[in-house]
């Protein structure tokens, strides 16, 4: 779902934009002043602007000049009581989409957004020209990726399960979101059920619900997340982590489309549809006994494969110079490019922790910086120091020794086990995973 920012100190102008908006299919984010504006801005990343000439606290030329040096890609519409061909002329070549004076018709929105549809159309034939897609968080020009995202839309408009597979970090969430916005259920919510997060009993109630007095803590009845979710998606991430004993609930529901609440015998019905993700080997689960054969066939009905970073090199680049503009903005910093050998060393780099890696390294490379420029210097030294072409065809490790031991450097370079999560681009429920699975300290 497209994201629209409304900047304007009239409250029947913000209402009137946003039930419009809305209409539309934007999510629709308001603000009253410019510095709120620009706030809003940089935490949302809207895809559309509508921007008010004069605002309680400044010109809308100024914010509109902050917008277009951050380097995100963002329409802006300037709108003002105030309309003359100068401000126009003016606002156009600071960078703005269009321009509309008010008081203004529905017809005259209709014809702003015609215009932006076109271009906007206009522009992903260009990038698809240029071998790059470029939606929902998801930026790659890999084969492989765009082939697996054509599967995705695909899929999108079916009622089938999917199963995202992939390291931890490649954009399993992403996918799964823009399934439900390319969907027909795009207009009911995408509810996140994060299986890692919590014990037995509460996943149970977070799926499913309670009743209150189902057990101690239950002070209240409570409605579970695949309630919330009617209408539209429910997405369990890293599925894999489900308990054998709530693995039977989750296949009765897929099956009967019915569940039980905790402490409540009467069954409850919802519609929704169900995508799962995960990071581990199902099918090696099902053989240690550690997940459900019956499950496990449910929910892949089909699969979606992810690559990890290190098998898309052509992509590296790309991410990293996006996310740089979005980190030099949030940081305030004047950082506009890459040094070529700092490249280099990035592109020899694998990767374990993937695109949510290379986002932190980017993070921490901006703040480094004291160029316009990032340096090899700049980089961790994980990254600035690896060098691929010392490793002997007598010394290839498998990618699991070289994940143990690039996890065993970082936790020990890193005041905390949150931290190193953070560095690894991991989340700390996976770290906690890892250091189970290679035995680390």
């Not at 004076?101 to 529905?106: G, N, R, W």
Request: aromatic share 6%.
């Amino acid at each position: 779902m497209e994201k629209a920012l409304i900047i304007d100190d009239d409250e029947n102008i913000l209402a009137t934009l946003e039930m419009y908006l809305e209409e539309k299919g934007f999510e629709v984010v308001k603000a009253i002043s410019g510095g709120k504006g620009l706030e809003c801005f940089n935490r949302e990343t809207p895809d559309l602007v509508l921007l008010d000439l004069k605002l309680p606290d400044g010109n809308g030329l100024e914010v509109l000049k902050e917008i277009v040096q951050c380097g995100i890609k963002t329409q802006v519409v300037m709108i003002t009581a105030h309309a003359s061909i100068e401000t126009a002329v003016s606002a156009v070549k600071m960078g703005a989409f269009d321009y509309l004076p008010k008081p203004f018709v529905p017809g005259q929105l209709d014809l702003v957004m015609e215009r932006r549809n076109r271009i906007h159309h206009m522009e992903k034939e260009i990038a698809v020209l240029k071998g790059i897609f470029s939606e929902g968080g998801i930026l790659t020009r890999n084969r492989r990726m765009r082939k697996i995202l054509q599967t995705a839309r695909q899929v999108a408009d079916s009622e089938a399960i999917v199963l995202i597979s992939g390291e931890s970090g490649t954009g399993k969430g992403l996918l799964a979101r823009l399934i439900h916005d390319w969907s027909p259920r795009s207009k009911g919510p995408l509810v996140t059920v994060d299986c890692t997060a919590l014990h037995e009993n509460l996943l149970e109630s977070d799926l499913f619900g309670h009743v209150k007095g189902a057990f101690t803590g239950a002070l209240r009845d409570k409605e579970g997340k695949l309630k919330l979710a009617e209408g539209g998606t429910v997405f369990l991430d890293e599925v894999s982590e489900i308990p054998i004993t709530v693995q039977g609930k989750l296949l009765r529901f897929i099956q009967e489309r019915e569940y039980e609440r905790l402490g409540d015998p009467r069954p409850h019905s919802v519609d929704v549809r169900i995508i799962a993700a995960t990071n581990r080997d199902l099918e090696e689960m099902v053989r240690q006994g550690d997940f459900r054969e019956d499950l496990y066939f449910r929910l892949n009905v089909l699969e979606l494969f992810i690559p990890p970073l290190r098998d898309r090199p052509e992509d590296i680049q790309l991410l990293a110079e996006h996310y740089l503009k979005q980190s030099a903005r949030l940081n305030d910093k004047s950082v506009r490019g890459i040094i070529p050998e700092a490249l280099q060393r990035m592109q020899n780099y694998p990767w374990p922790g993937n695109v949510r890696e290379l986002i932190n390294a980017i993070e921490r490379a901006v703040i480094m910086a004291h160029e316009t420029e990032i340096r090899t210097a700049d980089l961790s030294s994980g990254i600035a120091n690896f060098n691929s072409s010392s490793i002997s065809s007598t010394s290839l490790k498998s990618l699991g020794e070289i994940e143990k031991e690039h996890i065993r450097t970082v936790i020990s370079h890193t005041p905390s086990l949150e931290e190193a999560a953070r560095v690894l681009g991991i989340d700390p429920a996976t770290l906690w995973r890892k250091r189970k699975k290679y035995n680390l300290d």
